[in-house]
């Protein structure tokens, strides 16, 4: 059963920097490329960033520089750092692993998804 686990959220104030954390076991870690996906109310999905098994990643062009995903082979977590947080990235954030890149970043299709962690922006 692949379970991922997301770490790192709260109530932040505008201007803050976050780092958000998903755990996932050796297997699935190794086997699947990974992404973070957010969703706001009344909103649709968005991703936010993706790495591959290789280490390869993907930030939308609207929110490049604002995420940053990495991953920590040894520990077998992906965080996403956020920078300058404002209050229009308050959502629930989402882990998710996928066994195709193409997929994940281009049909924004995953295979299995966190329970989320909320991230809450104040002004």
């Known amino acids: 059963q692949v379970q991922l686990v997301e770490s790192g959220g709260g109530l932040v104030q505008a201007g803050d920097s976050l780092r958000l954390t998903c755990t996932t076991s050796e297997r699935t870690f190794n086997n699947h490329a990974m992404a973070w996906f957010r969703q706001a109310p009344g909103k649709e999905r968005e991703l936010v960033a993706a790495i591959s098994m290789r280490g390869t990643t993907y930030h939308p062009i609207s929110l490049k520089g604002h995420f940053t995903i990495s991953k920590d082979n040894a520990k077998t977590t992906v965080q996403v750092e956020i920078n300058t947080l404002k209050p229009d990235n308050t959502a629930v954030y989402y882990c998710?692993?996928?066994?195709?890149?193409?997929?994940?970043?281009?049909?924004?299709?995953?295979?299995?998804r966190g329970q989320g962690t909320q991230v809450t922006v104040s002004p």
């Open positions: 998710t692993a996928a066994q195709s890149w193409s997929d994940l970043v281009v049909r924004y299709q995953y295979d299995y």
